[in-house]
């Protein structure tokens, strides 16, 4: 019942925090005038200098708005992770306990340092620096109400127990702020680079409060949409107070906006993961691999409009099951991790959605596990035995597809499926002395998976 009353009570602000953005962005939409911005659909899509490879076109459709959804999507991939996220944590206790480092403490700020850098230097945003600070500081204030609510009102204990406010997380929260921000004045007005490097970093800043053991991988997917949607409401609210006061427009800009004809991106996704061959459990009758979750980043740099080169990291884990009619142990998690580069390919199908393909080879490598005996007759002076084995490093290659649904420009929101294999040897070794030497034999790990990615353009 009480967990029944927590996801009620977090349902509820989510929603009402999501209303209230929306009726900001709305609101300040109506109000703005018709002068050449980047927050003017219509003037974008007749500047010449900011046209897109696609412009005759608009990317989605009225309803379809890149403001809300793309964080909205981030805060219900957090709700779906819900249940996953006890297995994120023993992958991250199996394979780095008692990992410590505290970049994600100043990490969280960079993106909005790099802003305040910028103008130093003398490189125009989009917005004077003073102009700039109010939209900051309103959109700081609607984000730190936003997830203190949260926490006190779920009080979700943290990974390592040390209090209960762990959901939403605050670090990645204040980091996706900060990114939205530089992307705001810097991304949209000059490159999207500069908006890849801001999430890039607030994606950081969340994958350390994980490993830090500070929040579960749920808290940080809803701070990460807290975050976006938090600065589209400070920025709406600002436009409604200071309509275009501080506003540069497109064409004074002092250079033209980065454009390439060229997909090149950089991607996040999350998936579900199956075994197949020898890890499922019609292959081995004792000990066997069922579902599991995977997380990976994935760029591509063109070398034109369809053909180019692709880069992966992946980072896989299983839930391990044996069959206690002929095993009474406990297994630990199976996982792996790998890099992979390969050709990529990329086009559009229709108007509103990319297909983009790869097939990638490279370096993997396996976590050491371990499988610890339940059966009482199996210890040496009350220590039960145990069997552990680890993979050596090996080749292995993947290929995968996904469709995306253009949200805007600059990204796409999608659906992905994946096949990875690799060919390592185990070894394995006991913490007893055993009649028998275990060999060294070759494996087929084999997976295939399904999930959600997000995707930025870099036209």
């Not at 009402?16 to 050449?36: G, R, V």
Request: hydrophobic letters at 35%; one cysteine or more.
């Amino acid at each position: 019942m009480y967990c029944l009353s927590q996801c009620k009570n977090m349902c509820i602000w989510a929603l009402l925090f999501c209303l209230f953005i929306s009726q900001n962005i709305a609101q300040a939409t109506d109000k703005k005038k018709e002068y050449p911005s980047v927050f003017n659909w219509k003037a974008v899509q007749t500047n010449s200098m900011d046209s897109i490879p696609y412009p005759t076109e608009k990317l989605y459709p009225k309803y379809f708005d890149n403001r809300i959804v793309i964080p909205v999507s981030m805060m219900a991939m957090g709700g779906l992770l819900w249940n996953q996220r006890g297995d994120v944590k023993e992958m991250r206790d199996n394979y780095m306990l008692g990992y410590k480092f505290h970049i994600d403490d100043y990490m969280q700020y960079a993106p909005g340092a790099i802003v305040y850098g910028l103008n130093a230097l003398g490189i125009e945003g989009h917005h004077t620096v003073k102009r700039a600070t109010v939209s900051l500081g309103a959109s700081v204030i609607i984000m730190g109400v936003a997830v203190n609510a949260l926490k006190y009102t779920v009080k979700e204990p943290r990974p390592d127990g040390s209090a209960s406010n762990s959901f939403p997380s605050g670090h990645t929260a204040m980091a996706f702020t900060m990114a939205t921000f530089l992307h705001k004045e810097y991304g949209l007005y000059r490159s999207p680079i500069y908006s890849m490097v801001g999430y890039a970093l607030a994606g950081a800043t969340g994958i350390y409060r994980v490993l830090n053991n500070k929040h579960w991988i749920s808290d940080v997917m809803f701070g990460a949409g807290i975050g976006i949607l938090s600065t589209e409401a400070g920025y709406a609210l600002t436009q409604c107070m200071m309509g275009d006061k501080g506003t540069r427009s497109l064409e004074n800009r002092k250079q033209k906006r980065y454009h390439s004809a060229k997909p090149h991106f950089t991607r996040i996704y999350i998936g579900r993961t199956m075994p197949l061959g020898l890890l499922n459990n019609e292959e081995s009758p004792e000990i066997y691999a069922t579902h599991g979750v995977e997380y990976g980043m994935k760029a591509g740099y063109f070398l034109n409009t369809h053909w180019g080169i692709g880069g992966e990291m992946n980072a896989t884990s299983f839930w391990m099951q044996t069959r206690r009619d002929l095993l009474n142990a406990k297994p630990e998690l199976m996982g792996s991790a790998s890099v992979y580069i390969g050709p990529a390919y990329s086009t559009m199908v229709g108007k509103y959605c990319r297909f983009d393909a790869d097939l990638l080879g490279g370096y993997w490598v396996g976590a050491k596990n371990k499988i610890t005996s339940l059966d009482p007759e199996d210890t040496i002076d009350g220590v039960p035995l145990t069997i552990t084995w680890k993979p050596s490093s090996s080749f292995g290659f993947s290929t995968s597809a996904s469709f995306h649904r253009m949200i805007g420009s600059n990204f796409g929101l999608g659906v992905y499926g994946r096949y990875a294999m690799s060919r390592p040897a185990f070894k394995m070794e006991s913490n007893q002395p055993q009649e028998e030497e275990f060999s060294e034999d070759l494996f087929n790990w084999q997976q295939w998976s399904v999930g959600l990615s997000l995707t930025g353009y870099l036209w």
